[in-house]
């Protein structure tokens, strides 16, 4: 093998990434004549087809995918060094993209990324919310540095992450005051037939819900469902129904809302992961993120 020439390698890396050489020229600026001459150069370098047609798109050989994987890690160092080196510049804080899944309490997110605030290095945290898979997805690309979620990566996800269980927490059902004096007592089957506020139901909590009240026969009148987990809170906040939310944060919930806590809903937790690139954390702040929600907040 010839010694690998790195824009080749970027261009094979960017045609995995995007599926097709004619999306990837679309990224990198460069024509489809352009990009499949180099890629031709890489392949005969290494003496082995990268990809195989499948249909309109192009699939990686296997011989691609040990390949990709080393590219992965060579881009990733790449953006890490880049990183670093901006952070040296005098009053440049260190970037810090976080995916949060949309259906995580919003307090539950600050909790968890609140030490990473408290750092002697200055970090500034950017934040972006949304389904589980697309954060995936951007985590893969390297435009999110971690990963917050209530699960943990699905089974037969194609991307290179790794899972950091970060603790778990109870959940309690939460009701404006005027609800909860009216279901507060013999709870939780007072609950039966009463409003309540759920998560959708491809939500792990949900299902985790719908279990519960089959185990106890309860049957709550569902009043509306979310995705987003803030959007929740504000229509319990109304009285609109009960809800439930973690336990871990029910001063602040009970606060910030003007809601009374009913009580725990036994036998159910809610699991919080940081997805990260690295099986081996490095960035100061994810250590530090982690660390803190193991030790004090889920302790």
Same mark, same amino acid.
């Given at each position: 093998?010839?010694?690998?020439?790195y824009n080749h390698l970027l261009y094979f890396w960017t045609v995995a990434r995007e599926g097709s050489i004619a999306r990837a020229s679309e990224t990198l600026h460069l024509t489809p004549q352009t990009i499949s001459g180099q890629l031709k150069l890489l392949e005969e370098s290494i003496g082995q087809p990268l990809f195989q047609r499948v249909g309109r798109g192009l699939v990686l050989t296997d011989i691609g995918r040990v390949v990709n994987q080393y590219a992965d890690e060579i881009f990733s160092l790449g953006a890490e060094l880049t990183q670093r080196m901006r952070s040296?510049? %005098?009053?440049? %804080? $260190?970037?810090l993209n976080v995916g949060i899944v949309n259906s995580i309490a919003k307090l539950i997110a600050y909790r968890i990324?609140? %030490?990473?605030?408290?750092?002697?290095?200055?970090?500034q945290i950017v934040c972006t919310e949304g389904r589980l898979e697309n954060l995936l997805g951007n985590l893969a690309v390297h435009k999110l540095d971690l990963v917050i979620s209530d699960?943990?990566? %699905?089974?037969?996800?194609? $991307?290179?992450? &790794?899972?950091?269980?970060?603790?778990?927490?109870? $959940?309690?059902?939460f009701a404006q005051k005027r609800l909860?004096?009216? &279901?507060?007592?013999?709870?939780?089957?007072?609950?039966?037939?009463?409003p309540v506020l759920l998560p959708i139901p491809t939500s792990p909590l949900r299902r985790s819900l719908e279990e519960f009240f089959d185990r106890e026969n309860i049957t709550p009148r569902i009043v509306a469902e979310f995705e987003d987990s803030a959007l929740l809170k504000a229509f319990g906040e109304a009285g609109a129904g009960l809800f439930p939310a973690p336990a871990a944060i029910t001063t602040q919930v009970e606060q910030m809302y003007q809601v009374r806590s009913l009580g725990e809903i036994g036998g159910i937790s809610e699991s919080y992961f940081a997805i990260s690139p690295e099986r081996k954390l490095k960035h100061p702040a994810v250590v530090e993120i982690t660390e803190s929600a193991r030790s004090r907040l889920f302790h």
């Open positions: 093998m010839r010694h690998l020439n040296k510049e %005098p009053g440049t %804080p $260190v970037a990324l609140e %030490p990473a605030l408290k750092l002697d290095e200055q970090i699960r943990s990566i %699905p089974t037969g996800l194609n $991307v290179k992450a &790794y899972n950091h269980a970060l603790g778990e927490s109870t $959940v309690s059902m909860a004096a009216r &279901y507060s007592k013999n709870f939780p089957q007072s609950i039966d037939s009463a």
